[in-house]
């Protein structure tokens, strides 16, 4: 080595061992500490245009103006000084900015015909140009119905024919919400297939636009469309949406041959398209807050782009990598190249908000890889948030802005030093990169997370830990598939093939985090609850630096979060009291519905109902270590007693799903068919007389034993109701009845029909404790126990105060899970609640 050499590496090191400190080493090449100017106005930026958008106009344009005067006199006074009253009038200009221009975005949305006719309801005739992607509301339930998902889908009006025949030319961002008139299940056809930029003329009915709680909305009115028919087309796309579609499209037929989870999950990996994302998977990934996968991210566009500029450094050196240099690219056509590559991804991904930020935020990390140079990107950072925000205000008050920010800011500062801790500690180089980048972003998210989902994840770090290995593979196999598809499908199919693997696996990973019986804990959803979890986020971190140099103290620390997380019932169980160990029957509390279990032998269980919600019916499955279910008896096909069947079948042997013979309503009833076919469980229908048995459990079923009423089926659903499979239950010991929903006549007629039913010592009391109780029939059965499933809250009244004062009267002891939480009968006839 020669001596000029040798200075150098000398003078490099000593520079590296300055710019270093407790927190960890710098990076080779980061000179000096972080540079911090430009945050302040960019916080500047995002407050003022906050509060502008949730303020009355004349307070916004009032405070913008304070703000640019104060600028202004700071300015003159610093004339010649420089130093902090530059700085704090800089900051002051840019918050007069963004509330200025947020307050200009805001007025929008009062000017126009639309915000008056909205308040009145009226009824308008608009043409509106399509600005996002349709996508489908899931359906809800509502009492016993399973209301239709609609279309729901983001425009603008342009014109405006009100009922009189006035026509308005406006320019206001709407909501269209599509619904079929009838009461099928399906959508309206052709909606989905709508392209931005698409122009429609809608016939609608106006309302309000719901506010956001803090005075807050980015639209002037929502329009509800009631057809069966297509759209009505006055203009289509433009030719970069069609090819846009067109290559969305192709990757959609790409991976229509892969399995289930990786044809649902692959669009949304590669162009954040979720329409194929069903209900299951999608609460997997809440649960896991893997959710951001699901849509498009800067790590979508950085992928990209570091197979054309290379590896991390290279960039800009003569041995650069990537793609570029092998195609003899100059640095100045790479670069173009980039530009370009991030404006198809845009246009291809659609130029939303969301987009727009994760093509900024890939930039910025583009930036990383292409210098290596980590103290120019929080300037950048800070500028792309002020750019974004003054060019759509709306986004200050964007929780998905907010988590993608606070994200990258997290891998640009806590990553890189607690990667480098962990190195020092003996971690391997990228595993350690991926540990901190993973707890990172989990750590500084977290809290925003917990506000919407109310809940903290126990296992996203080492979800998304797995999952990041994963997610590069995927998405080049999926952006090569998308971009083959117009010119080789075959070539596509295969490229989807293969990617269909790594994003399977993802989808495996999400399911078993989600799957693990700790997986989440409750948490306030409030600002709050959100500083509660920061600070205690802060505090762990704090521990964890004097924690590492204790291996024991360490490894206890890991054993109770993996406790935690798996909580095994022997354990668990001294603490909570739930479930009783030798309980019989439970009750789940699934809100307003229903959703029982029969204890059937070691991890199995006869499941009666299945409650209005997949999650909270398999919540409480998991709990009682219910693992195969031999039969599902559906006692009718009301939304809250049949909606939660997928949370059965989510992870258990179900053997076959048995039914009443009335199969209304005749949507909710397909639904179950179609929901057990995919499963490929067998359904049966329930026959009156008929016993079964398994071990100790035996029932009867007692009814129905009429045939279905001819004729259209009742509007309040009565005759539904009345067809419900009632059992008679006998298990150790104990007998139990199960009427289901049945109303007074129906319940008289089963006691004219069944003249030797015997008193019993538990009773699911019949349609959630409601007012409609046939008193003979409570007479005769004289339970010691009386068990309701209701809904806290609920707008029904349930359980009516005369049905729960009647059984009370005559010795029963009434237990409502509305109150109670879960409920479990012991074979001794002791009743446990989980809130008890």
């Given at each position: 080595m020669s001596t000029r050499t040798a200075t150098r590496a000398a003078v490099r090191a000593a520079v590296h061992a300055a710019a270093g400190h407790r927190l960890g080493a710098a990076d080779p090449r980061q000179e000096g500490p972080a540079d911090l100017r430009l945050v302040p106005p960019a916080l500047a930026v995002w407050g003022a245009a906050a509060l502008a958008l949730g303020a009355l106009g004349g307070a916004a344009v009032a405070g913008a103006a304070v703000c640019g005067l104060a600028a202004v006199v700071l300015l003159v006074l610093a004339r010649g000084r420089g130093g902090g009253r530059t700085a704090v009038a800089m900051t002051l200009l840019c918050a007069a900015a963004g509330g200025g221009v947020a307050a200009a975005h805001a007025a929008d949305l009062h000017r126009g015909p639309l915000p008056e006719a909205a308040r009145q309801y009226a009824r308008i005739t608009a043409e509106v140009a399509v600005t996002g992607d349709p996508r489908v509301v899931r359906p809800r339930v509502r009492g016993s119905d399973q209301l239709a998902g609609a279309v729901m889908l983001r425009a603008e009006a342009v014109r405006v024919t009100a009922a009189d025949g006035t026509v308005t030319a406006t320019r206001a961002p709407v909501l269209v919400l599509v619904r079929r008139t009838d009461s099928a299940a399906r959508t309206p056809p052709g909606w989905l297939d709508l392209l931005p930029t698409t122009r429609l003329r809608v016939r609608a009915g106006l309302l309000p636009p719901r506010d956001d709680g803090a005075g807050g909305r980015d639209i002037a009115a929502v329009l509800r469309v009631s057809t069966d028919g297509p759209p009505t087309v006055t203009a289509g796309p433009t030719a970069?949406?069609?090819?846009?579609?067109?290559?969305?499209?192709?990757?959609?037929?790409?991976?229509?041959?892969?399995?289930?989870?990786?044809?649902?999950?692959?669009?949304?990996?590669?162009?954040?398209?979720t329409s194929r994302i069903p209900a299951d998977l999608d609460a997997a990934f809440r649960a896991a807050d893997m959710l951001h996968l699901l849509a498009v991210s800067g790590a979508n566009l950085a992928i990209l782009l570091v197979?054309?500029?290379?590896?991390?450094?290279?960039?800009?050196?003569?041995?650069?990598?990537?793609?570029?240099?092998?195609?003899g690219m100059s640095l100045r056509t790479t670069a173009v190249t980039g530009a370009l590559l991030t404006l198809a991804f845009v246009v291809v991904c659609r130029p939303e908000p969301s987009v727009l930020r994760a093509a900024a935020c890939g930039l910025i990390t583009i930036a990383a890889i292409g210098t290596g140079r980590r103290r120019s990107l929080l300037p950048a950072l800070a500028a792309a948030v002020s750019l974004l925000v003054l060019y759509d205000p709306w986004l200050a008050r964007d929780f998905g802005f907010l988590l993608s920010v606070l994200a990258t800011g997290s891998l640009l500062t806590l990553a890189p030093r607690w990667s480098g801790a962990l190195r020092r500690r003996g971690v391997p180089g990228r595993l350690a990169e991926a540990l901190a980048a993973a707890a990172a972003a989990q750590a500084v998210c977290?809290?925003?997370?917990?506000?919407?989902?109310?809940?903290?994840?126990?296992?996203?770090?080492?979800?998304?830990?797995?999952?990041?290995?994963?997610?590069?593979?995927?998405?080049?196999?999926?952006?090569?598939?998308?971009?083959?598809?117009?010119?080789?499908?075959?070539?596509?199919?295969?490229?989807?093939?293969?990617?269909?693997?790594?994003?399977?696996?993802?989808?495996?990973?999400?399911?078993?985090?989600?799957?693990?019986?700790g997986a989440e804990v409750d948490w306030p959803g409030s600002w709050t609850g959100a500083l509660l979890l920061a600070a205690l986020t802060a505090t762990?971190?704090?521990?964890?630096?004097?924690?590492?140099?204790?291996?024991?103290?360490?490894?206890?620390?890991?054993?109770?979060?993996?406790?935690?997380?798996?909580?095994?019932v022997p354990l668990i169980r001294p603490l909570t009291g739930w479930p009783p160990p030798d309980w019989r029957l439970a009750v789940c509390d699934v809100g307003q519905g229903d959703a029982l279990a029969l204890a059937a032998g070691r991890g199995a269980a006869v499941v009666i109902d299945t409650g209005p919600e997949p999650g909270a019916v398999d919540r409480c499955l998991r709990a009682l270590g219910v693992t195969a279910v031999p039969l599902l008896v559906l006692t009718h096909f009301h939304a809250d007693h049949v909606a939660g069947l997928p949370g059965v079948l989510r992870g258990r042997a179900v053997g076959?799903?048995?039914?009443?013979?009335?199969?209304?309503?005749?949507?909710?009833?397909?639904?179950?068919?179609?929901?057990?076919?995919?499963?490929g469980v067998p359904v049966i229908g329930a026959g009156p007389g008929e016993r079964r048995r398994i071990g100790t459990l035996s029932w009867e079923v007692l009814w129905p034993r009429e045939p279905p009423p001819p004729g259209p089926p009742s509007p309040s659903g009565e005759e539904a109701n009345d067809a419900s499979v009632t059992l008679l239950v006998r298990t150790s010991g104990l007998t139990v009845f199960l009427p289901g929903d049945l109303e007074p006549p129906a319940q008289r007629r089963l006691l004219a029909a069944c003249p030797d039913l015997p008193p019993v010592d538990v009773l699911k009391v019949a349609h959630h404790g409601s007012a409609y109780?046939?008193?003979?029939?409570?007479?005769?059965?004289?339970?010691?126990?009386?068990?309701?499933?209701?809904?806290?809250?609920?707008?029904?009244?349930?359980p009516s105060p005369r049905t729960v004062d009647v059984l009370r009267a005559a010795g029963a002891t009434v237990l409502r899970t509305d109150v109670h939480g879960s409920l479990a009968v012991t074979s001794d006839g002791a009743v446990t609640g989980s809130d008890s």
């Open positions: 970069a949406q069609r090819i846009a579609g067109g290559l969305r499209s192709g990757l959609r037929e790409a991976s229509d041959g892969l399995p289930s989870d990786a044809r649902a999950l692959l669009p949304g990996l590669v162009v954040g398209d197979l054309l500029i290379g590896p991390p450094g290279t960039a800009t050196r003569a041995e650069r990598r990537g793609a570029a240099p092998r195609l977290a809290p925003v997370v917990a506000v919407l989902a109310a809940h903290v994840s126990l296992v996203a770090i080492p979800c998304n830990l797995l999952a990041e290995f994963l997610v590069a593979p995927a998405t080049m196999l999926g952006f090569a598939a998308l971009a083959a598809a117009p010119l080789a499908p075959p070539l596509a199919e295969a490229l989807a093939w293969l990617a269909g693997w790594p994003t399977g696996a993802i989808a495996a990973i999400a399911r078993a985090g989600a799957a693990l019986p762990v971190i704090l521990a964890a630096g004097r924690l590492v140099r204790h291996r024991w103290l360490c490894a206890a620390c890991a054993v109770l979060l993996v406790l935690a997380v798996l909580r095994p076959a799903i048995q039914t009443t013979a009335l199969g209304e309503p005749a949507g909710q009833a397909a639904a179950v068919r179609h929901e057990a076919a995919r499963a109780q046939d008193q003979a029939l409570l007479e005769r059965l004289r339970p010691r126990v009386a068990l309701v499933s209701s809904g806290e809250g609920n707008p029904y009244g349930h």
